[in-house]
C-alpha cells in the first residue's frame, strides 16, 4: 500500500482520493445503467490504492447474483462469499492474498456486495475510501434499480393507454353498431333496413336469404343478377356448417350467419368479402345485426301467423257458405277486397308447403289474395283470374321441387260462388294429382269429359255408361289378362294413327292391327263410325279418370 509521507504529502494524497471519489460518485448518479455503475467502481477502485475489484454482486428478486458485465467470476470465490452473508467480510483463500466482501447496504436494505482483492490489507485510509465508494455504489445502483422500475412503470402507463385508447374506441364503433341498429329496428324499415345499416357499418355488400336460400334483400355494389340458389344439398351442408358454432362462419368468399331465433332456422344473414378483410368490428357488427335481424323476422313470423289464423277462419266460413255484411268487413279488416271476380286455388306439394313459401309466391306474382290450410292442401281465394302455370314455376323455385299440383276454380261473382269454386278447384288438383302428370296446374274449365266425375253425384250414371260402352271389352280383359280396353283408350287419344298408337304402347303395328280387329269383333262396333267413336272415346277416358284413382 502506499507510504504516508509528510504532512504535507499525506493530505495531497486524502485530497488527491476524496477528491477522486466525489469524482467517481457525481458519474455514477448522472443517469447510468447498473453495468456502467459497476465498470466506474471497477475502475475506480485501483486508482484508490487499494487493489483491485474482482467481483461484484447485486440482490435481483432476493437473490444474490453477479453482475454479468462485472469481472469473471472465480467458483471457490463465490462460494465464500455467498457464505459470509449480509454482512460481508474477510475472505481467505490458498493463494495468501487479501480478499475482503464491502456489503452494499442502501435504505431499502441489502444491495449486494463489492468483493476487492490486494497483496496485503489495505491502510485505514484506503479502507475509508472504499467503504466510502461502497456507499456510493449501493445508492446508486439503488438509484438505477429505481429508476428502471419507474422506466418500466412509464412503459406500462403507455401500454395500458394504448390498451385502454383501443378498448374506448371499439366499444365506440360497438356503440355505434348499437345505436344505428336499434335505431332502425325501431324505426319499422325491416330487414331492408336492417341490411343498409349493416352494409354502412362494414362498407361490404350484405345479403340477407330465406331458409331456402332465395334472395329476401341485398344492400351495396355487386348485385348479382339472377341470384344464384344453391341445391338442396349445398344448402343443408351450408346451414349445417353454420349451426355448428354460435358465431359467424365463413363460406367461401362469405361470412355467413344463421338468423334463427329458436331452434327453427329463418334465414341467413352474410357479408360478401372476397378480399377477406373482415375483422373484429365487421364480426361484431354482423352478430348484432343478427340479433336484430332474428328479432324482426320473429315479428313478421307472429304477425303472419295471426294474419294467416284470421284468413283461415275467413276462408273457412267462404267455402262453408256464409254469405252476409260480417264477412265484408272481416275482408275489408284484413286488407282483402271480395266484391269483384274471384278464384278458388287449391295446391298441394309433395314436401312441406310452408306458410312463407306461399307468402313469397304470393309475393313475386303481386295476387291479392287470402290463404288458408286445409288437411294437407293450402287454399287461396284469389282476386281476378290467376296464372297457374306461373304460381307453379314460383312456387317450384322457392320450394326447390317442382313436384306439386295446382288446383284452380270456376269464377265467382259473389260470395254464393265460393263454395262452387272450391269444389270444382278440389277436383280439378285430385284429376291432376291421379293423372299420368301430377305435377302441373288444371282449370277446372279445362277438364272437358272429366268434369262428368264432379264430387262422385253421378258416379253411378258414369259408372253405367263406362259399362255400357266398355262392358265387353272389360270382360274380355278380366278373363283373358288382356289389354284391349287400353289399347282402345289410346287409339283413341291418338286420333286413330297407328304408328303413334303402336309408340304409346310400345308394340308393333301387327299387334295393334290385331288388337283393334278383337276390339271391333267383341264390341260389333265400327270404330269409323263418327257416333260410336265419340261414345268409346268418352268412356275411355271415363275409365282411365277412374283407374287412376281407384
Not at 304470393?362 to 289474395?369: I, P
Not at 294437407?376 to 296464372?387: F, K, M, N, Q, Y
Not at 283408350?489 to 297407328?498: D, I, K, N, Q, T
Request: with cysteine; hydrophobic share 40%.
Amino acid at each position: 500500500m502506499h507510504g504516508q509521507g509528510g504532512p504535507g504529502g499525506w493530505w495531497q494524497q486524502q485530497l488527491a482520493g476524496v477528491a477522486g471519489l466525489l469524482a467517481i460518485s457525481t458519474m455514477m448518479f448522472d443517469g447510468r445503467e447498473v453495468d456502467a455503475i459497476v465498470e466506474l467502481a471497477v475502475t475506480a477502485v485501483p486508482s484508490l490504492g487499494a487493489g483491485e475489484v474482482v467481483a461484484v454482486y447485486v440482490v435481483a428478486d432476493g437473490l444474490l447474483e453477479p453482475v454479468p458485465r462485472g469481472p469473471a467470476l472465480d467458483p471457490e470465490l463465490d462460494r465464500h462469499v455467498r457464505d459470509l452473508g449480509e454482512a460481508g467480510g474477510e475472505i481467505v483463500m490458498a493463494d495468501g492474498m487479501w480478499r475482503w466482501a464491502y456489503p452494499l447496504t442502501g435504505l431499502g436494505g441489502d444491495i449486494g456486495r463489492l468483493v476487492v482483492k490486494a497483496a496485503h490489507g489495505p491502510s485505514p485510509d484506503e479502507v475509508f475510501l472504499l467503504r466510502a465508494l461502497g456507499q456510493q455504489l449501493a445508492g446508486a445502483l439503488a438509484n438505477a434499480s429505481l429508476r428502471r422500475r419507474e422506466r418500466a412503470h412509464i412503459d406500462d402507463l403507455h401500454d395500458l393507454n394504448t390498451e385502454l385508447s383501443a378498448v374506448v374506441a371499439r366499444l365506440e364503433r360497438r356503440t355505434a353498431v348499437h345505436d344505428e341498429l336499434n335505431r332502425v329496428s325501431a324505426s319499422g324499415a325491416g330487414d331492408a333496413g336492417i341490411a343498409d345499416a349493416l352494409h354502412r357499418l362494414t362498407a361490404l355488400p350484405v345479403v340477407i336469404e330465406d331458409k331456402f336460400g332465395n334472395l329476401r334483400m341485398w344492400s351495396g355494389p355487386g348485385r348479382l343478377d339472377p341470384y344464384p340458389k344453391p341445391g338442396a344439398a349445398e344448402r343443408t351442408e351450408l346451414l349445417r356448417q353454420a349451426a355448428t358454432t354460435p358465431h359467424p362462419v365463413r363460406v367461401r368468399d362469405r361470412v355467413v350467419s344463421v338468423v334463427r331465433p329458436r331452434h327453427e332456422v329463418l334465414g341467413v344473414l352474410a357479408l360478401i368479402d372476397p378480399a377477406g378483410t373482415v375483422g373484429r368490428h365487421e364480426m361484431f357488427a354482423l352478430e348484432y345485426a343478427t340479433t336484430v335481424l332474428s328479432l324482426e323476422l320473429a315479428h313478421q313470423r307472429n304477425l303472419a301467423e295471426v294474419e294467416l289464423r284470421v284468413h283461415r277462419e275467413l276462408v273457412d266460413d267462404l267455402i262453408a257458405g256464409v254469405d252476409d255484411d260480417s264477412v265484408y268487413a272481416r275482408a275489408d279488416a284484413v286488407g282483402y277486397d271480395l266484391r269483384g271476380p274471384h278464384h278458388v286455388v287449391v295446391l298441394r306439394w309433395s314436401g312441406p308447403t310452408t306458410d312463407e313459401a306461399i307468402g313469397q309466391m304470393v309475393s313475386a306474382l303481386g295476387l291479392r289474395a287470402l290463404c288458408a290450410r286445409r288437411s294437407e292442401a293450402t287454399v287461396l281465394i284469389v282476386s281476378g283470374r290467376p296464372d297457374g302455370d306461373a304460381m307453379h314455376r314460383v312456387l317450384a323455385e322457392v320450394l326447390d321441387s317442382p313436384d306439386g299440383a295446382i288446383g284452380i276454380g270456376g269464377p265467382c261473382d259473389g260470395l254464393a260462388d265460393v263454395p262452387r269454386s272450391y269444389r270444382e278447384a278440389s277436383r280439378a288438383l285430385d284429376i291432376r294429382r291421379h293423372s299420368r302428370a301430377p305435377n302441373g296446374v288444371t282449370a277446372y274449365h279445362e277438364l272437358g269429359v272429366y268434369r262428368l266425375l264432379d264430387t262422385g253425384q253421378n258416379r253411378v250414371e258414369i259408372v253405367a255408361f263406362v259399362r255400357e260402352w266398355l262392358g265387353p271389352l272389360l270382360d274380355y280383359d278380366r278373363h283373358k289378362r288382356a289389354d284391349l280396353v287400353r289399347t282402345l283408350f289410346h287409339y283413341l287419344e291418338c286420333g286413330g294413327s297407328y304408328d303413334e298408337t303402336a309408340a304409346a304402347l310400345t308394340i308393333h303395328r301387327s299387334t295393334l292391327r290385331y288388337r283393334l280387329g278383337r276390339i271391333r269383333k267383341i264390341t260389333e262396333l265400327d270404330l269409323n263410325d263418327v257416333d260410336s267413336r265419340l261414345n268409346l272415346h268418352v268412356a275411355t277416358r271415363a275409365w282411365q279418370v277412374m283407374r287412376e284413382m281407384e
